[in-house]
């Protein structure tokens, strides 16, 4: 299988990328840190009996660099069968606070960039007629969360939409599309976040790639505690977001 992972430089877009690499896969890597890419990619390429790795820089704001950054990696992997979306950033401030480059960035980065990267995937697995779509959002999508992480939450929420809507659009068709909504997980995103509930940044992986192998339409990961929380999140009280973060 050929895949194509963004924001692969760190956290869960690395984990994700040396997992499948190391199991065979063929990988495109892409994120906006070259370097650390292609010692990533050298590391990767000692396994014995990883695959194939193509690495390329990405800024997912810049939009119209988007579709050439991708499809010159998909050209140089020699097609594609599975794409995640997962370049992202958790900057934030409580709204109204004099920071607003911080939530306009992780709007653009998150929603308006992940556009930009599926409006180019697509438009390869709709040429193929077939593919596999990962989104990665975040149970932060399920319910607007206060403070500095409001505008996260709506971005995510954002992403998930789009992924309903093109679920929609792709049933009974052989281009597949899956939203993933990872809980706290030991990334940079999450560094702030104080909780009990999170999951070592293996542990997460693990769980993101076996979830993402099922091709659901959705799934939260870990699956423990975030499918039950998650289904209730919507409805539950202020106070039960308040004290997640």
């Known amino acids: 299988m ?35 890419l292609e010692a990533l990619k050298a590391e990767i390429s000692a396994v014995p009996g990883s695959g194939a790795v193509e690495v390329g820089a990405l ?4 939009f119209g660099a988007v579709p050439g950054a991708i499809t010159e990696v998909v050209g140089r992997m020699g097609g594609l069968d599975r794409a ?31 556009v930009a ?5 697509l438009e390869i697995f709709r040429a193929q007629g077939r593919g596999h779509l990962v989104l990665i ?11 500095a992480q409001t505008a996260y939450s709506a971005s995510k929420a954002g992403l998930t ?14 281009i597949t599309v899956t939203v993933i909504k990872p809980g706290f997980i030991e990334t940079d995103i999450n560094k702030g976040v104080k909780t009990s509930m999170k999951s070592s940044l293996g542990d997460g992986v693990k769980a993101l790639v076996k979830a993402i192998d099922r091709e659901p339409k ?28």
């Not at 692969?8 to 892409?30: H, I, Q």
């Not at 800024?59 to 810049?62: A, G, S, Y």
């Open 161 to 174: 939409a789009i992924g309903e809507g093109l679920q929609a659009e792709f049933a009974g068709s052989d």
């Open 137 to 147: 959002s975040s149970i932060a999508g399920q319910r607007g969360m206060p403070k």
């Open 2 to 36: 050929r895949i194509l992972i963004t924001g692969a430089s760190s956290g869960l877009g690395e984990g994700m990328a040396r997992t499948y690499a190391e199991r065979g896969e063929d990988v495109g890597l892409l994120a906006r840190r070259l370097d650390r």
């Open 84 to 114: 995640i979306i997962n370049a992202g950033i958790g900057k934030g401030a409580p709204l109204g606070t004099g920071k607003p480059h911080a939530n306009l960035e992780t709007i653009q980065t998150n929603l308006t960039g992940a």
């Open 117 to 121: 990267q599926i409006e180019a995937v």
């Open 218 to 245: 959705e799934a939260a990961v870990p699956s423990w505690p975030w499918a039950p929380l998650g289904a209730v999140l919507r409805h539950a009280p202020d106070e039960l977001t308040r004290r997640l973060i």
């Open 59 to 62: 800024d997912v704001t810049d």
